[in-house]
């Protein structure tokens, strides 16, 4: 078994069980405890894990939702890749709409200059970033502002989402499983995210593969409801097949 596929069975085990000891987890995938511990400081530094004497639990299971700063230094690089692939999906010209989210933010630094784009956002960052942009006609939605999230949720959101008919959208997301779909810790922000799932012709996921599993408060929708997924090659072949199965196109970068 590769370091990669051994990680990713600890998070799984962990999230299934709430917790990995490390002397357990050694004998059960045959190798040293050093090396579990290893791979625990690994996945802590990615934002999956956190250590605890003899073990670790996983992240979810700390009561706050970590902040924008925060998840935009989990899985960089992965974010990087991902939200480069979802340049090939953008339209030459009409309309994009980007969720809240640290990889659809990186997007938005990427946008090239020469497409003429409608672009629909909820977020502050996102917002901030295209606001000087002369080829683009940028809308902000309004509503109540998540400190954590910066993202604008509730009534204002929704009616304006209710009226529109975008072209591509870019969606991002806390948690996704082919069994429970996509999911947030936060229902008021659950409820804009599926309503821009609604209002848009191609939907895109963009998640990198840390978030696989993680299952959290509020589905805003099931894998069968996107066009595409994408996500890093990290994400294990069992998985990806299980998505696949879903309807979904996806894309490993």
């Not at 640290?102 to 946008?111: D, E, H, I, K, N």
């Not at 304006?160 to 008021?188: H, K």
Request: aromatic fraction near 4%.
């Amino acid at each position: 078994m590769y370091g990669a596929e051994r990680r990713q069975v600890l998070v799984q085990r962990a999230r299934r069980d709430g917790r990995i000891d490390v002397a357990e987890a050694s004998t059960e995938l045959e190798v040293a405890p050093e090396t579990i511990r290893r791979d625990l400081g690994t996945l802590e530094r990615q934002g999956l894990l956190r250590r605890v004497y003899g073990g670790a639990i996983p992240q979810e299971r700390l009561d706050f939702e970590p902040g924008v700063s925060q998840r935009d230094q989990t899985a960089a690089a992965e974010k990087d890749r991902v939200a480069r692939a979802a340049l090939d999906l953008v339209p030459e010209r009409g309309t994009l709409l980007l969720d809240a989210g640290t990889t659809t933010s990186r997007v938005a630094g990427l946008l090239p200059t020469d497409r003429e784009l409608t672009v629909v956002t909820n977020s502050l960052p996102v917002a901030n970033q295209l606001a000087n942009r002369g080829n683009l006609d940028l809308h902000l939605l309004g509503g109540r502002v998540r400190g954590t999230t910066l993202a604008a949720v509730e009534y204002w959101a929704l009616s304006v989402l209710d009226g529109l008919t975008v072209d591509v959208g870019l969606l991002g997301t806390n948690g996704f499983s082919a069994e429970r779909g996509c999911t947030t810790p936060d229902s008021a922000e659950s409820a804009v995210k599926s309503a821009m799932v609604r209002s848009c012709r191609e939907r895109v996921l963009l998640a990198d593969n840390t978030k696989y599993g993680r299952d959290h408060f509020s589905r805003f929708a099931e894998i069968s409801d996107l066009d595409v997924l994408i996500t890093n090659s990290g994400l294990h072949e069992t998985a990806v097949s299980e998505l696949r199965e879903c309807g979904t196109d996806v894309v490993l970068t």
